[in-house]
Structures are given as C-alpha cells and as structure tokens.
C-alpha cells in the first residue's frame, strides 16, 4: 500500500505541476490509526500528504458535483461505480474530470477491530497481504483481513476501477459474491414480524441525515425532509417518519445505488442500512439484469421501459 500511496502522490504532484487539473481530491490521514480524512490538494507540494490505506472508507465521487474547475480524484472501485451514475445522469462532465483509479482490497471497520482489542486503545495497524497487524500498548495482535473488513468489501465484486484515466497499483480480485443472505431471511419474516424489525431499528434514528449527505447519488437540491410546503415528515424523530425518511430514501436510490456502503458507515447509531440499499441492489439485478455504475454505456434499468419489463412487485404483500 506504500507504494501505492507514493504512485498516488506522484501523479497528483505531475497532474498540477502540469496545469492538468486544477484540484486533485484523494485522502490525508486522520487523527487516529485506520482514520482517514478527504483531502483537497490545489498545490503541487501539498501533494505529499496524500495517503492511500485501508481505512479510505469515504466515496469521494461525493465530491465532484457543482465544480467549474478541471478535477482529478482518486477513485476506488465503488467511487467509479458512484461516478458512472453521476455520468450518466449529467451530474458531471467527463471532459472536466480526470479519474486516479486505485484497485481497493477492502476498507477496515474499526467497530470490528475495536470489539478485537478489549478497550485498548489501537496504536497502529498494518495490513499485509491478507493479514492485519494490529498494535497496542499490549502488544501485536494478527487478524485475517476478510474478518475485519466492512461488509460491503467482504463482498465487493468491484475493487477494480471500472473507469479510470490512469490506474495505479495490481489489479485485485472479486470476493466472495453477495448471496444476500440478511435480504432473503427478512423477507421471509411475515410482514408483522418485518414491521416489528423495522420499528426496532428505526427507534435508534436521530435522523442527522449523515447516510444522505455521505450519499454521492442523494443530490436533490431540496431534499423532501426539509420542505416546509407541503411538509411530508415531522421534525422530531419518531420511528414511523424515521422509517418513511429511508423508505423514500432508498427508493429514490433503486437502480442507482452502487453498494459502495457510504451511508452505512456514516450512521453515528449504527442502523443496518445495507439490508434495505442491498434489498433494491438485489431485486433490480434480479429483474433486470442491472447492477449501477458498472457501464457507462449501459441505459439504467429505471430510466427506460418495455412492454415485458417484469413486475412481480404489484402483486406482491
Ligand atoms: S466496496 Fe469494494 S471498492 Fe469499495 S471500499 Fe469496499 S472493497 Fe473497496
Ligand atoms: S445516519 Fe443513521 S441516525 Fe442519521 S439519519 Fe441516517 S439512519 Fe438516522
Ligand atoms: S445508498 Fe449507500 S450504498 Fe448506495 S450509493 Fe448511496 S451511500 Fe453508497
């Protein structure tokens, strides 16, 4: 990951030596182990605190809306995917962007590692291979990587950039493939029991709206949360508006979302979000055959009809 780091640094230094882009978009590392911060580079010196590791967890394609400037951002597979739907939906213009893709084994979550290491405090952690290392005022402690990912990179079929300009580092390979497993075993509770589930979950939402805004496809100017006329939720938070903010959310997202977990992570009461993004990740590829953000010249499965397109969900409970 060193030398990848330095690949990175490299080229974003060249791109504005150079005058190619104005701004280079990539991450610095933050204040503790595993934690890193985007980071926003406009000179060429600066670009030696640019880091790349496995704890470069944001979607920076969050980032790339609403600029005139010539930008440059350091991509991960889910950043790409997340890039090809702002593409296609004429959010950015390719001419204006210029893509650093880096292959990504997968993102720590540091909940995992912090629940590893009995209250002690996480010194350093270094990742080889498939091991981690992970280091304490105890001692040195050895992980699988697979056990401490987060997970959506335990299953992420996308590491490799499907778009770039220049691609850094060894390309990496798929895991192991999304079987869906939560979406299925909720979906076969009946619909008391999901209702259950749901208010249970959605009791611990005080609605920060951190998953929208760490969203880079949740972009409407006025989201439907803040209008006043007509005022579809409350303010306060109570589990039924808390339910119909992610319901429209997730919905708003059906056939765009790029289950790069952004959200997920950035959910300060620690909701499963994913059970409900994946639930639409898996009925439009099921329906469709589609899966966001994975071809820039395929047509998105939501934005074109057929007269035999299927329609099991009129039906079902
Ligand atoms: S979802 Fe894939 S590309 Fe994105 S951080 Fe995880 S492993 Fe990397
Ligand atoms: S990030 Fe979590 S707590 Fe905040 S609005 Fe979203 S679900 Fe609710
Ligand atoms: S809904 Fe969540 S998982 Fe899907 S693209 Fe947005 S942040 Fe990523």
Redesign the pocket.
């Known amino acids: 990951m060193q030398e990848l780091a330095a690949a990175i640094r490299e080229t974003a230094r060249k791109l504005l030596e150079e005058k190619t882009v104005d701004l280079v978009i990539g991450f610095a590392s933050g204040s503790l182990p595993l934690r890193s911060t985007p980071c926003f580079i406009r000179k060429p010196e600066d670009a030696a605190k640019l880091v790349f590791d496995a704890g470069c967890?944001n979607n920076l394609a969050n980032y790339l809306r609403q600029r005139d400037e010539k930008v440059a951002v350091v991509a991960?597979?889910?950043d790409t995917r997340a890039i090809v739907v702002l593409l296609q939906e004429n959010q950015i213009k390719r001419d204006n962007l210029y893509i650093i893709g880096v292959p990504?084994?997968?993102?720590i979550d540091r909940v995992k590692i912090d629940a590893l290491l009995d209250g002690k405090d996480l010194l350093a952690a270094e990742v080889q291979g498939e091991a981690v290392t992970l280091k304490t005022a105890a001692g040195e402690k050895q992980v699988a990587l697979v056990d401490v990912l987060?997970d959506?990179?335990k299953t992420?079929q996308?590491?490799n950039p499907v778009i770039y300009d220049v691609l850094l580092g060894e390309p990496v390979k798929p895991r192991q493939a999304d079987d869906f497993a939560d979406v299925k075993a909720f979906e076969a509770l009946s619909p008391a029991e999901r209702k259950a589930r749901l208010t249970e979950e959605f009791s611990k939402c005080i609605r920060c709206y951190a998953c929208r805004n760490a969203c880079p496809m949740c972009y409407c100017s006025e989201c439907f949360v803040d209008c006043s006329t007509p005022i579809w939720i409350k303010k306060s938070v109570d589990p039924a508006d808390n339910m119909m903010f992610q319901a429209v959310r997730v919905f708003h997202l059906a056939g765009r979302c790029a289950?790069?977990?952004a959200c997920d992570r950035a959910c300060p009461m620690g909701l499963n979000l994913r059970t409900m993004t994946r639930k639409l990740v898996m009925d439009v590829k099921e329906l469709f055959g589609y899966e966001a953000g994975v071809n820039l010249d395929a047509k998105p499965a939501l934005s074109e009809f057929a007269f035999d397109d299927p329609q099991p969900f009129l039906v079902k409970e």
């Open positions: 967890e991960k597979g889910c990504c084994q997968g993102m987060h959506t990179c992420c996308y590491g289950d790069c977990g």
